[in-house]
C-alpha cells in the first residue's frame, strides 16, 4: 500500500513537472496577446494619429507585434512575436487569431536596445498570399510602404495607395508610417499549439469557421471590430 502511495505521489510530481513548461508557455501567449490589444486600442485612439478608419476598413488582414525587440546602431538584430487576424468569408467580421514571428528588416534610425510596438495591415489579396505562407520576407511577394497616419487617407500623399501591405510603428509614444522591408515573418506553429492544442498553419486558422477563439484572443477581436467596420458581402 505504501509503495503504491509513494508511486502514486511521484506521478504526480512528475506530472506537475512537465505541465509546468506548458502553463508558462500558455501565460506568456495570453499575456502577448492582452499587449496586442492594448497597442491596437491605444494607437487608435490617439487623436488624428492613428491608422486611418477607411484604410482599416479596406484591410484584408491585421498583424500586431506588441514589444518588437531591437538593438545596435542604425542597425541591429530584430525579433518578436506577434498574431495576424484577417477577415472572415465574405468579409464580416475578424477570425481568430494565428500566432507569428517577425525577424530582421530595416527600421531606419534606432539608438541601443528598443522596444517597438508595430501594426501591419494587408490589403490585398496578393499580400495575404504572402503573409499567410509559412515564411515570407516583406517586400518579396507584395511591395510594402509606410502606412499613412490620421483621421482619414484621403488628404494623405499616393506613395502608399498600390503597396500590398502597410506597416507602422509606435516607439517612446511616437507612432507613424514605417517601412518594414527585408523583415522575414514566420508562422509561430508552437505558439499555435498552446492556443489550440495543435501545430495549426496561420492559413488553416484564418480561413476555417471550425477554430474556435480562444478565450485569450477574444479583447483583441473586440477591438478589431470596434474599429474597424465593412459591410458583409452578397
Known sequence: MLKDGRFCCHFVVAFC???LPLF???EAVAERLSSASSVFSEIMQAPDKSIPRDLLNRAECVV????LKSGGFLAGAKYGKG?????RQGGSGWSAPGSIRIEGGSFGFQLGAEETDVITLVMNDQGVKAVLSSQYTLGGQADVAAGPVGRSSSAQTSGWMDAGILSYSRLRGIFAGVSLQGATLRVNLDDNQVLYGKKFDNREIVTSHAVRTPAAAKQLLAELNRYSTREKKA
Open 17 to 19: 513537472l512537465c505541465a
Open 24 to 26: 508558462g508557455k500558455s
Open 64 to 67: 500586431v507585434v506588441p514589444g
Open 83 to 87: 498574431f495576424i487576424l484577417c477577415r
